[in-house]
């Protein structure tokens, strides 16, 4: 349950699909690293909140508790540590691990691909956040999905929400993880586990409601900068000092229209200390909707200036905000619409068949094919002694192959080849 085969043409689709993501990581400067599939245990429990009873934990190895990696970014952290590395530009691309009630049709697996983009190092505030947002966006629109936004928040701006509305220091990263579910249920569902599950008051709940449910630009920065209550709150107007700069940033980049200042944003996570993201694709299929529906997220990410002192014997720390795209999801949506359109996906890249019209010709065909693969030419031939030209033509048809090198008897003889286009049929001697 949970896991999938994936047959050429979704493997094709696949390829494409992360070579695309691939190649704008690439742009940005990133080097790939690669960590292992195991972690031990202990590395990860204690970092995902609530996702942590998804961990997939393995029995005893030799003396060791090991678990599968739930994400790439514990391990990424794990490994600056563990090399003393204080400044990286990374991208891995890797499948992690999490024990979920898989949902297939909506893109949740057991096992999947994660795609992250991360900047570790001590730098100037919002420069290298900016630019995991310009990455975002410029990921969404090269894949041509549709409309999306990009929701912004900070931690320190929901922590010091949560001071303001008088909830306990201690119960801010619960109320987070509660606050999370914002996207899928309404907020009198929140409110309710807030109050029943979480232990708020219900007076500290709508407090909080108020805040939650404002979304904007710089503008709503500017409006709760002014706000008396979290203007005298230190985590908040810090938070919203860097977002204003955040914002400055963005619109330097051409990209304000399509980035969302969303109080209800909180990420389950329990790592992150900073800004926030998360990318939502709007729904498109029904041009009659008057607000645009969430289709769900397809890119998530944010600061975390903490995590790699967890594993520092020292406690060193190295700042890093880093994102990751939802590739499983994205997938999902680029398959459904491939079926719809009925559009034939090539699954292999051959660029020539070669081809005999007459029998006993297989030496020839044997000749000349090696010539082409080790003039690096991608070719194919069928494996029978003596196939039918029709036959073979067809194949080229059936799969996509462009050419077909033919050679017989005559073209032999002239020192020749003849060339064919499958899809003109034009043919020229070569």
């Known amino acids: 349950q949970g896991t999938r085969d994936h047959p050429p043409a ?27 599939v195991l972690e031990l245990r202990e ?8 996702g942590a009873k998804l961990i997939y934990e393995l029995q005893d190895q030799g003396g060791e508790l090991l678990a599968l990696r739930y994400d790439l970014t514990v391990p990424f952290a794990r490994y600056l540590a563990m090399n003393k590395i204080t400044k990286m530009k990374r991208y891995h691309v890797a499948k992690v691990y999490r024990r979920d009630n898989p949902a297939t049709t909506r893109g949740r697996y057991r096992e999947f691909y994660q795609c992250d983009f991360d900047i570790a190092g001590q730098f100037d505030p919002m420069i290298p956040d900016a630019e995991c947002l310009k990455i975002v966006h410029e990921i969404l629109s090269d894949l041509q999905l549709g409309d999306f ?3 912004v928040n900070d931690r320190r701006i929901l922590n010091g929400v949560f001071a303001v509305c008088g909830v306990p220091e201690s119960k801010f990263i619960p109320a987070c993880c509660t606050m999370d579910k914002l996207d899928k249920v309404p907020w009198e569902e929140v409110r309710s586990e807030m109050v029943g599950e979480k232990g708020l008051s219900p007076e500290a709940a709508d407090r909080i ?7 904007g630009g710089l503008d709503l920065i500017e409006q709760l900068l002014q706000d008396p209550k979290l203007s005298q709150n230190k ?27 969303d109080l209800s944003l909180a990420r389950g996570l329990d790592y992150y200390t900073g800004v926030i993201f998360e990318a939502v694709l709007l729904q498109q299929e029904n041009e009659h909707v008057e607000e645009p529906v969430s289709v769900g997220s397809v890119a998530g990410g944010g600061r975390y200036d903490e995590l790699v002192g967890m594993f520092d014997a020292k406690g060193r720390k190295v700042p890093c905000v880093g994102v990751s795209i939802g590739i499983e999801r994205i997938f999902s949506i680029l398959e459904q619409r491939l079926e ?15 081809a005999t019209p007459q029998k006993h010709l297989l030496a020839a065909r044997m000749k000349l094919i090696s010539e082409l693969w080790d003039a690096g030419i991608k070719a194919e031939m ?4 003596d196939p039918k030209l029709l036959k073979q033509l067809q194949y080229c048809e059936d799969t996509g192959i462009p050419l077909a090198a033919i050679v017989g008897e005559q073209e032999l003889a002239d020192g020749v080849v003849k ?10 001697r070569m």
């Not at 060339?419 to 020229?428: C, F, M, N, P, S």
């Open 10 to 36: 979704q493997a094709a689709l696949r390829e494409r699909l992360l070579s695309a993501v691939v190649s704008c990581f690439k742009r940005h400067g990133a080097a790939a690293i690669d960590t292992p």
């Open 43 to 50: 590395t990860l429990v204690g970092k995902y909140g609530e």
């Open 149 to 151: 936004v990009i929701k």
């Open 209 to 215: 409601g108020e805040y939650v449910q404002l979304h």
């Open 235 to 261: 985590e908040a107007k810090e938070g919203l000092g860097d977002m204003k700069l955040l914002f400055e940033y963005l619109t330097l980049f051409g990209i304000t229209g399509k980035i969302s200042f």
């Open 340 to 354: 719809a359109s009925g559009e034939k996906l090539r699954t292999t890249e051959t660029q020539v068949l070669v």
């Open 382 to 385: 069928l494996y029978k002694k």
């Open 419 to 428: 060339l064919r286009d499958i899809a003109t049929r034009k043919e020229v």
